[in-house]
């Protein structure tokens, strides 16, 4: 499932990134990488804010939902 139907303080596992190449390389310099955890920390209109590799990281809706869990 996406990383927008993730519930908050809840940790998954990445399971796969999609999208275009350069859209995942994005991603993956953000930190997110298929294996990875990731938390959301919360939620506002759909944004994301999660915490990745230690780090708090806001994303988009349509970048979240590359994301899969």
Known sequence: ??????????????????????????????GFVTGGRVTVISTMGGNLIVNVKDTRVAISKEMAGKIMI
Do not use: C, S
């Not at 499932?1 to 990134?17: C, H, S, W």
């Open 1 to 30: 499932m996406p990383l927008t139907f993730a519930d908050v303080g809840e940790e998954n596992q990445i399971r796969k990134i999609g999208g275009k190449p350069e859209v995942r390389a994005h991603l993956e310099n953000l």
